[in-house]
C-alpha cells in the first residue's frame, strides 16, 4: 500500500513534513499556557486533571461506540 511521501518526490518531502508536524507541534507548544490558563478558573490542577480524564473517557466511549462493524464482530 502506498504511503504519502511514497507518492511525492523528494523535493517535496521537507515541506511535506512540515504541514504534517505543524498540528502537533503548536499542540505541544501551547500545552502548557493552556493548562495554566484552564486550571486558575477550575480551582487547581486536581480538578483540572479530572477534567481531563472525565474527557479522554468520553473520547473513548465515542471511539467505542463508532466502531466499524465487522471490528466488532471479532
Do not use: E, N, Q
Request: charged share 10%; with cysteine.
Amino acid at each position: 500500500m502506498p504511503t504519502v511521501s511514497s507518492s511525492r518526490s523528494s523535493c517535496t518531502l521537507p515541506i511535506l513534513s512540515g504541514v504534517l508536524a505543524a498540528p502537533a507541534t503548536a499542540a505541544s507548544a501551547l500545552a502548557s499556557f493552556a493548562g495554566d490558563v484552564l486550571a486558575a478558573p477550575l480551582g487547581g490542577y486536581p480538578r483540572f486533571v479530572g477534567l481531563l480524564a472525565l474527557a479522554s473517557g468520553l473520547a473513548t466511549l465515542t471511539a467505542l461506540g463508532t466502531a466499524h462493524p465487522h471490528v466488532k464482530d471479532r
